[in-house]
Every structure is written in C-alpha cells, then in structure tokens.
C-alpha cells in the first residue's frame, strides 16, 4: 500500500515537472524567436537610433526606424490608465470587502467578474461609437479616438481584474488583525487604512500586475480607439500610436523578412522588456509587503 502511494506521487511529481518544463521551454523557444527576428535590425539602424528616433516611416525612401513615439505612446496610455484603474478597482474591492452588505456584495462580485470576460474587440468598439463622439463634443477637440480614450476602455479592462482578487485580498486578512484594532480604539475606517489595506498589499499587488499587464499588452483596444497617428502626444487629448497597436496593423504589410518585418519585431522585444520590467518591479513591491499571517505584524 505505502509502496503504491509513493509510486503514485512520484508519478505525480513527474507529470507537474513535465508539464512545467513544457511551459518554459515553449516560453523560451518564442523568447528565442523574438530575438532572432528582431535583432538584424540593429545592422540597418544603431539601437539609440532605434529607441530614441522620434520618425516612424518604415515605407519611405530611406526608412525611419525611431520608435521613440510608439514608446512614449505606451508608457502615456499604461500610466494613465493605471492612474485610472487601480484607485478605482482597489478602493470598489475595499468597499465590497468591508462596507458593503452581504447582499449586495453577492450581485456586485459576480458582475465584476462577468465584466471581465468581455471581449476587448466588444470595449474598443464601444470606445469608438459611443466613448469617441462623446469625448469630442464635450471637450470641442479634433477626435475623440485619442490617448484618453484608450486609457478609458484600457482601465475599463483592468478595473474587474484588479477588484475581484483585490477584494479576495481584503477579505482574507486575518479577523484577529480588524478586531484588536478595534479593540484598541480604533474607527472602522482606521481600521481599513492603518490595518485591512496594509495586510493585504501582497495580494493587491498580485491583483495590479494581472490587471495592469492586461492592458500594457493589449492590441485590438488601442488599435481602435487610440487614434492611430505615431507622433509624441503633447496633451491626453492627442491621438497616438502604442506599440502593440503598431505591430498588429503593419505586421500583415510588412514583407517577410524586411527590414520593416524585422522592425517590427523588435517593437515587440521593445514591448516584452517593457512589461518585464513592470512585473519584476510590481513583483517586489508585493514581496516586500508579503503578509503570512498575524503573528508577523
């Protein structure tokens, strides 16, 4: 009997190794392949030029490869999307947590999570038909398909990601925590700010990285809504053009293995380093806030 057990868990040990190590080998393969595609563009144009050129014309006679206004267009629309989407998602996940009744907590969580669900195609279309005309003819500006628009539709996305694990978070820190803070004087609202929130930093955190890496990465959304003009916008309301949306409407033009294919390849590696980044640095600040239980505060 005990012979069978430990034959069957090493059985299962060798499935869960064999599944992961097919997952980081399919990983690294397109990693690889990123790499391959994207790097001979560093012999048509110097990596400066290529990161910090401020022409993006890939077709013109000679070619411009500068992709200093796709960058700047992601960094803009991420920014202020998470501006929008992580006040917004953390304190609707805190309400539903803490302040909300049972009731109401048992129809608001479900819709979030069905909100999430929505296809992107289905925001960006909204975004352009209903969000756009808006935008335009309240702010009396050129077009509404611009970097706020994409950072509504992008935030929109974010929200239903970042408050249902948010509020898993805040729900799951340890009772004892919320009732000595109550013991000791403290208000309820004190008590969600001093105690709730802080314990639940880890878990909130994991709840920004999946929602904000949601929309660094998004193509369709930006594509329609973001206005589609690669220059460095001078204020919110200027149409721009993130990377993902650059790869995805030149990607189906570019002959294969040009100098515009392999450009557009390294936009991606550009992308990847980009989000990388961004998950090493959301990554840490949930690790420093890591909560185990309330023995470590």
């Known amino acids: 009997m005990i012979a069978k057990r430990q034959t069957r868990e090493r059985l299962i040990r060798l499935i869960f190794l064999l599944t992961a190590s097919i997952s980081i080998l399919v990983l690294s393969t397109i990693v690889l392949f990123l790499f391959v595609e994207g790097a001979p563009i560093l012999g048509k144009v110097s990596l400066t030029g290529f990161l910090f050129g401020r022409e993006w014309y890939p077709t013109s006679s000679p070619p411009d490869f500068g992709i200093l206004p796709l960058l700047v267009a992601s960094l803009a629309v991420t920014s202020l999307s998470a501006l929008i989407a992580i006040p917004l998602g953390v304190m609707t996940a805190v309400y539903l947590a803490e302040i909300a009744s049972a009731r109401v907590r048992e129809i608001a969580k479900p819709v979030f999570e069905l909100l999430a669900a929505l296809p992107s195609v289905v925001i960006g279309f909204f975004g352009m038909v209903v969000v756009a005309p808006f935008l335009q003819d309240t702010f009396d500006i050129a077009t509404g398909l611009n ?92 149409p721009v053009r993130p990377m993902p949306a650059s790869i995805a409407a030149e990607m189906a033009e570019a002959p294969f293995g040009s100098d515009h294919y392999h450009a557009l390849f390294a936009i991606g590696i550009a992308l990847f380093i980009f989000t990388m980044l961004f998950n090493l640095v959301a990554d840490a600040i949930a690790q420093k806030h890591k909560q185990v239980g309330a023995a470590t505060l």
Do not use: Q, Y
Request: aromatic letters at 4%; charged letters at 10%.
């Open 147 to 238: 970097l706020f628009n994409a950072s509504l539709m992008l935030a929109f996305m974010s929200v239903p990601t970042i408050c249902s694990i948010s509020e898993d978070a805040v729900h799951s820190v340890p009772k004892d925590l919320k009732e000595a803070s109550l013991a000791l004087g403290a208000t309820h609202m004190e008590t969600i700010l001093r105690v709730i929130v802080p314990a639940s930093l880890s878990g909130i955190s994991t709840a920004v990285i999946l929602g904000m890496s949601r929309a660094i990465g998004e193509t369709m959304v930006v594509l329609m809504v973001a206005g589609g003009a690669a220059m460095i916008p001078g204020s919110i309301f200027n």
